[in-house]
Every structure is written in C-alpha cells, then in structure tokens.
C-alpha cells in the first residue's frame, strides 16, 4: 500500500512538471521597443537619411508647446508609449522621443536578428509591420493632419527615409 502511493506521487509530479514545461512554452513571447540605436548598426544610410527627417528632429517643438505636462502628445511623438519597452518620459528614456524606425516598422526585440530580419515572413511573424498607408494614418490622422497624402507624403524626404541602392 505504502509502496503504491510512492508512485501514486511520482506520477502526479511528473505530471504537473509536463504541464508547467508544456504551459511554459505556449506562452509566446511579445515583441518590445528597443529604440533607432539597435537598428542603426545594420542600417547605417537609412539612420543617417531618417535623422534628417521632421519625424527625428520634432520632439523638441511638442515640448515647448506643452512642455512635459500633456502625455497624450507621446502617443504619437515617441516611440512605444505605454508599451513594453517604449517611452516613458525624457529623463528615463530620452532616446525614444520622436517618431522613430519602430513607429513605421514595428517593434524590433524579435525581428532584430540578422537570421529574422533578412527574412520577410519571420521577420513579419516577429513583429515587423508590412509598409501599408494604415502605419502612416495612426498618426497622421484627418484630425492632426488634414491635408495628408499618402502617394506624396511617402516620397518626401522630410518623411520617409531614403531606400539605399542594393549592392549585389
Ligand atoms: C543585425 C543586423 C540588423 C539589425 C540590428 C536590424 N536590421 Fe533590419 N535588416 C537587416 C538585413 C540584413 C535586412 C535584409 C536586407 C535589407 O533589406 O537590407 C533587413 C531588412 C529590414 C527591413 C526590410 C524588411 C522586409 O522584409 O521588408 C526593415 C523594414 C528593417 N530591416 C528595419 C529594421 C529596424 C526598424 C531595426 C531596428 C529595430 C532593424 N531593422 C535592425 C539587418 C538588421
Ligand atoms: C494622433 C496623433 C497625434 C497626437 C495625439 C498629437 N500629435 Fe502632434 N502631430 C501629429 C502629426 C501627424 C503631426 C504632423 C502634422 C502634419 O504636418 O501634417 C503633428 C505635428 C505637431 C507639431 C508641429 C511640429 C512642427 O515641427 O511643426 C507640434 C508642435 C505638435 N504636433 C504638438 C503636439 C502636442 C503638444 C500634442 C499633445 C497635446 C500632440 N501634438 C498630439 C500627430 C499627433
Ligand atoms: C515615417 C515612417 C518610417 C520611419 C520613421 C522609418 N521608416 Fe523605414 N521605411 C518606411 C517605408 C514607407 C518604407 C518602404 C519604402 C518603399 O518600399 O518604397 C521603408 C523601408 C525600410 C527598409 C527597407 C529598405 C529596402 O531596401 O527596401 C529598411 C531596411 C528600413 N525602412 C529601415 C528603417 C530604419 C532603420 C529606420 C530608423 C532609423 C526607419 N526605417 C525609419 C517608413 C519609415
Ligand atoms: C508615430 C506617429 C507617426 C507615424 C506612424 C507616421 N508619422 Fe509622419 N509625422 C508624425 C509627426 C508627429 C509629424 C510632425 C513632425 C513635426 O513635428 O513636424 C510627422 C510629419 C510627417 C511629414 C511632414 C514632414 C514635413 O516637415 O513636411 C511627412 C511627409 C510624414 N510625416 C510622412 C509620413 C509617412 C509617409 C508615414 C508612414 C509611412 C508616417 N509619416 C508615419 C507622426 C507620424
């Protein structure tokens, strides 16, 4: 009898060990925010394009139109506000003010590795946005931006960073 319920217990441990194993496993794992500085070392032309754009440079017009007090502005003139791994506030997270690689691309923890990234179907599993007009509406919404024009606005280099030539 004794001996029985030994395995009585071996068995319902090894059982609730399978499961924790098993749960652990299904439980996938959510892209975060990392900011343009994981991305400029692969991506060096289009950091130093996108640099130049009004959507780098902007930050400090939204602060001295409200300073620091309105958190609503950060939705969209930060990365990743809310989100894990995004904004916070200037003092903990100041290299994620303005709208940067991640706003139009996605959040890059996941899709960052050199195995994923040069592979558009894992890279889109792992979080990587497919460039449509949706990305661009979020923000730039008929409300904060009346006169926006996709065809147009995807073209200007105040916008949208420059598409290196690939060499082959
Ligand atoms: C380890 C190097 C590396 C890092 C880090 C990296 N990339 Fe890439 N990325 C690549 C390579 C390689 C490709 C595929 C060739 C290409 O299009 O340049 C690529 C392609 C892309 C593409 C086109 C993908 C497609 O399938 O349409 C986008 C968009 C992109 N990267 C954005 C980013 C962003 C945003 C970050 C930062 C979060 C980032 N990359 C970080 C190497 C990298
Ligand atoms: C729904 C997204 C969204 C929210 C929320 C938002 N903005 Fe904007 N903001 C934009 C867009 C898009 C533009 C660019 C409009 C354009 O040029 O068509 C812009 C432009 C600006 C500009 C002009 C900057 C320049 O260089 O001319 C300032 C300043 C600004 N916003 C401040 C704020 C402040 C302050 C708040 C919070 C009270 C805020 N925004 C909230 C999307 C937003
Ligand atoms: C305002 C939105 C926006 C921001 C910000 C932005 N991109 Fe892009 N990016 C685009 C769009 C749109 C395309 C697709 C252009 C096309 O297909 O013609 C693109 C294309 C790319 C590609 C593919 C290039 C190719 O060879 O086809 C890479 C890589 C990339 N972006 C990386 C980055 C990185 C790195 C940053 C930050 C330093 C960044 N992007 C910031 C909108 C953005
Ligand atoms: C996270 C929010 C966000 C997203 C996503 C976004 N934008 Fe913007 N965009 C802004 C803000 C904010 C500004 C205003 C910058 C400023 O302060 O002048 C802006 C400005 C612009 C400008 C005006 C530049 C100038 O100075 O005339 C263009 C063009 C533009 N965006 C194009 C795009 C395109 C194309 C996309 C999608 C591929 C896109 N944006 C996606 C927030 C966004």
Same mark, same amino acid.
Request: glycine share 6%; charged share 30%.
């Given at each position: 009898?004794?001996? /029985?319920?030994? #395995? @009585?217990?071996?068995?319902?441990?090894?059982?609730?060990?399978?499961?924790?194993?098993?749960?652990?496993?299904?439980?996938?794992?959510?892209?975060?925010?990392v900011?343009?500085?994981?991305?400029?070392?692969?991506h060096?032309?289009?950091?130093?394009? #996108?640099?130049?754009?009004?959507?780098?440079?902007?930050?400090?017009?939204?602060?001295?139109? =409200?300073? @620091?007090?309105?958190?609503?502005?950060?939705e969209?003139?930060?990365?990743?506000?809310? !989100?894990?791994?995004?904004f916070?506030?200037?003092?903990? =997270?100041?290299?994620?003010?303005g709208?940067?690689c991640? /706003?139009?691309?996605?959040?890059?923890? @996941?899709?960052?590795?050199?195995?994923?990234?040069?592979?558009?179907?894992?890279?889109v599993?792992?979080?990587?946005?497919?460039?449509?007009?949706?990305v661009?509406? =979020?923000?730039? =919404? !008929?409300?904060?931006?009346?006169?926006f024009?996709?065809e !147009?606005?995807?073209?200007?280099?105040?916008?949208?960073?420059?598409?290196? !030539?690939?060499?082959?």
């Open positions: 009898m004794i001996r /029985n319920r030994k #395995w @009585l217990v071996v068995i319902i441990s090894m059982l609730v060990f399978m499961f924790i194993l098993l749960s652990a496993e299904e439980e996938e794992e959510k892209p975060e925010y900011g343009y500085k994981k991305c400029k070392a692969c060096k032309e289009i950091y130093d394009s #996108w640099k130049e754009t009004t959507h780098a440079t902007s930050f400090q017009a939204v602060l001295d139109s =409200t300073g @620091l007090d309105d958190p609503s502005c950060f969209c003139h930060s990365v990743g506000y809310g !989100e894990p791994g995004g916070v506030d200037t003092t903990e =997270t100041p290299d994620l003010a709208v940067q991640e /706003n139009c691309h996605g959040p890059g923890s @996941l899709y960052k590795k050199f195995s994923i990234m040069k592979d558009h179907e894992k890279a599993a792992s979080g990587l946005y497919e460039q449509t007009e949706e661009c509406l =979020t923000c730039h =919404t !008929e409300e904060q931006s009346p006169d024009n996709y !147009e606005a995807v073209k200007n280099i105040k916008g949208v960073h420059i598409i290196p !030539e690939k060499e082959e």
